[in-house]
């Protein structure tokens, strides 16, 4: 029987996590048992502070076939996420960096701490 939780914690508001890293930045992880890899950012969860990243963190999930949906039946392998603090984002030019921000006239953009290459696409 799951354990009760008393009622002074179950509507806690989460802190949000600042988030430095976007969905479709190159990723390099830095931490855990992926140690290494890189991969792109598929979704980003500010309020538990994790992210998905292509390739990383694979996991066998047991489905049940559904026709109706045409789910085929097996063991299916996808990722999960891992904790932000865990990966650091890729320069172009294949380097780990942490990111910082500045203005570049009216806008913000985020740079590459190391060398400091200007991150955002636009």
């Known amino acids: 029987m799951p354990r009760r939780i008393p009622p002074r914690h179950q509507n806690k508001p989460r802190v949000r996590i600042k988030v430095k890293i976007r969905k479709e930045d190159t990723v ?17 969860d500010a309020e538990k502070g994790r992210v998905l990243v292509e390739g990383v963190g694979m996991i ?3 489905t049940r076939p559904n026709p109706q949906r045409q789910v085929k039946g097996g063991i299916a392998e996808r990722e999960s996420s891992i904790a932000i ?20 006239g009216n806008r913000r953009v985020r740079f590459a701490k190391k060398g400091g290459e200007i991150l955002d696409k636009k």
């Not at 931490?31 to 792109?40: I, N, P, S, V």
């Not at 780990?96 to 570049?104: D, L, S």
């Open 28 to 44: 390099k992880v830095i931490a855990g048992k992926d140690k290494g890899k890189t991969g792109r950012v598929l979704q980003v």
């Open 85 to 104: 603090s865990n990966v650091q984002v890729v320069t172009s030019g294949g380097v780990a960096t942490r990111v910082g921000y500045r203005m570049e």
């Open 60 to 62: 066998k999930r047991h």
